[in-house]
């Protein structure tokens, strides 16, 4: 069974940064996209970040230049590195992964998610 575990969130000033981690283990035979979504009370869960297998990205305008994506291949983690914090980026982010085991096809994994609170 797959798991994806998310750390990093906490409390933050606006301005600040945080780094959050999502580690996939289990019984993983390949991960193809990996994604960040967050999702604030009465906001519909969105896409923050995205990074293919060949290392691709694509990013929600809000965060444009502010946040990257990036990955760790041989230890099946992807990073969001979170700068210039604001208010607004205050939800609970959600690690994302496509990913096939040795006895079935693609499948899509959620983390349990991490609270990331920017104050003013």
């Known amino acids: 069974q797959v798991q994806l575990v998310e750390s990093g969130g906490g409390l933050v000033q606006t301005g600040g940064s945080l780094r959050l981690s999502c580690a996939a283990s289990g019984n993983i035979f390949r991960i193809n996209n990996m994604g960040w979504y967050r999702q604030a009370p009465g906001i519909q869960r969105e896409l923050v970040a995205r990074i293919t297998s060949g290392g691709t990205t694509n990013y929600a305008d809000s965060i444009k230049g502010r946040f990257t994506i990036s990955r760790d291949n041989a230890k099946n983690t992807v990073f969001l590195q979170m700068n210039s914090l604001k208010p607004e980026d205050t939800a609970v982010y959600y690690c994302?992964?496509?990913?096939?085991?040795?006895?079935?096809?693609?499948?899509?994994?959620w983390g349990q998610g991490t609270q990331v609170t920017v104050s003013s």
């Open positions: 994302n992964a496509a990913i096939s085991t040795y006895s079935t096809s693609t499948n899509d994994y």
